[in-house]
């Protein structure tokens, strides 16, 4: 009976995404999932929706008659007190809420606990590193799988020997569609891959850092449309500085600019590295060997930073969130409002501010990262890694057991917890335009990881975030002083990884 209820529910749940889908025909064409990672065609952004979908469901190649015997399989991953944004609603609920994600993640974990007999449990913890250590040195196998900050207590754990190489764990089967492609390419070092992301999650889909801006402000202003811009290939940084000339104002005629007034663009200083990477040139590069290289003097890297730091720099023309953080409560989101009030046209945000304009009564877009200027081929954006989680095994786990039961759990999202997110909450819900579901398919395609980001040897990334907030245009002297130390700490970490084998 249990089993027959189960079914039952799942069902329901689907039939509901269905439903919420607009009751899309099987022989529909068009790609209403995240694409698959690759490089998109600037004059065809939507170049995957056209693609023949398979006509039978892809199943995980794991056995069916397994049986763990009620085994507790428990997943470490990050409480509010790590931030009340960046925690993980994506691995554990307790019972059904009513909210579409939630019960994308309660229906999938229902399934699979029956498929092989356990029962999966969330730990929440604010400082996930020192927890996630005191078990592997004590043995003592507290948690089966890791889901916590990637630029942090992942990065961490991997230099350390503390986590299994994906590659090498029973019933992994990377190439599957419910792995992000892209996170396997450029998160491995070595050709091992500690890490990865998976549909299992949707905080990396919040942490895919986008262009939002309002709607009204380009109706009353008359300006160029950046739907067409992005699919000419002519959205780029110039472009889009240009388009928002005519917006900063001193509203409340103090003389000063304030966070009251009006401005070209809205940002914080920590996201400064998402926009350098939309020229497609990362901080952190490989070589033939999959080893990090440092690229930090590429020319291109210095002529993205310059221009972006400039235009962060400009308080006049630029609000920075952390400049008003002292004097609200919540500043993200008064950014928001900020926005919403027309005193902003451009605001550089992860997606998961997609879901909070819900509350919001004003006509919005979303965009990719523009591009340097228009002879780049592709658009990049960028996944903030100090705001998302990474999927890592830790050493202490059975590896047959983990791997089976977590290659299990990632395909059933790709059913499940996927479309509940990208279908039902951000295409039918939130977004108010079927411009935005193109955009949404074309950020998705060009989502990207840098591995500078990811392990902040020598604080590199430190170094670009604090700049802006210093006003400090001065990069190549901010490099240079912490050049030593990053070279240390990555020469540190090779050859942790070349240890750990």
Same mark, same amino acid.
């Given at each position: ?46 170049? +995957? ?28 991953? +990050? ?195 998402? +926009? ?39 308080? +006049? ?185």
């Amino acid at each position: 009976m249990k089993k027959i209820c189960l079914f039952l529910a799942v069902v329901i749940f689907a039939g509901l995404l269905f439903a919420a889908c607009g009751g899309k025909n099987e022989n529909d064409t068009k790609n209403t999932s995240p694409p698959e990672a690759q490089n998109v065609n600037n004059d065809s952004p939507d170049s +995957n929706d056209t693609e023949e979908k398979p006509t039978e469901k892809l199943m995980p190649d794991v056995p069916d008659d397994k049986d763990f015997d009620s085994y507790e399989f428990v997943i470490l991953g +990050n409480s509010t007190d790590y931030n009340p944004y960046w925690y993980s609603k994506d691995i554990y609920v307790e019972d059904q809420t009513g909210d579409t994600i939630e019960d994308a993640v309660y229906y999938r974990n229902r399934a699979i606990e029956e498929k092989f007999n356990i029962e999966i449990m969330g730990i929440l913890k604010g400082n996930q590193y020192n927890e996630a250590k005191k078990s592997i040195n004590s043995g003592d196998n507290s948690y089966d799988m890791f889901t916590v900050p990637l630029q942090g207590a992942t990065a961490m754990l991997a230099q350390d020997g503390s986590l299994m190489d994906l590659k090498k764990v029973p019933y992994i089967d990377l190439d599957k569609p419910w792995w992000d492609q892209r996170a396997n390419e450029q998160l491995s070092i070595g050709h091992k891959l500690m890490f990865t992301i998976s549909d299992l999650l949707i905080i990396d889909k919040d942490a895919l850092f986008i262009f939002l801006f309002n709607k009204d402000v380009i109706q009353d202003q008359n300006l160029d449309d950046p739907y067409k811009l992005v699919r000419e290939g002519k959205w780029t940084i110039d472009k889009m500085w240009d388009m928002a000339k005519d917006m900063s104002k001193d509203i409340d005629g103090d003389g000063k600019m304030t966070d009251v007034d009006s401005y070209r663009m809205l940002t914080a200083g920590h996201t400064i590295h998402g +926009n350098i990477v939309g020229s497609g040139h990362f901080v952190i590069t490989k070589d033939k060997d999959d080893m990090p290289v440092l690229n930090i003097t590429d020319p291109m890297i210095l002529a993205s930073y310059d221009k972006w730091l400039t235009m962060i720099s400009d308080r +006049n023309n630029t609000w920075v969130a952390q400049d008003w953080d002292s004097k609200h409560d919540d500043i993200w989101m008064y950014q928001l409002e900020v926005l919403s009030e027309r005193r902003g046209l451009w605001l550089y945000a992860g997606m998961d501010r997609v879901t909070t304009l819900r509350t919001f009564d004003f006509n919005f877009g979303i965009l990719p990262n523009p591009k340097f200027d228009e002879t780049q081929t592709d658009y990049y954006n960028h996944v903030h890694a100090w705001c998302t989680t990474a999927i890592s095994i830790p050493v202490t786990s059975d590896p047959e057991r983990t791997g089976m039961i977590l290659e299990a759990l990632t395909a059933e999202s790709y059913y499940t917890l996927r479309p509940a997110y990208y279908e039902v909450s951000l295409k039918t819900k939130f977004l108010r335009d079927d411009e935005s579901e193109e955009m949404l398919d074309l950020i998705f395609n060009t989502r990207c990881y840098d591995l500078g980001h990811v392990y902040n040897w020598g604080g590199v990334f430190d170094m670009f975030s604090q700049l802006p907030l210093r006003k400090n245009n001065d990069f190549v002297s901010s490099y240079e002083k912490i050049l030593p130390k990053i070279e240390k700490d990555m020469e540190k970490a090779i050859q942790n990884f070349l240890e750990n084998d």
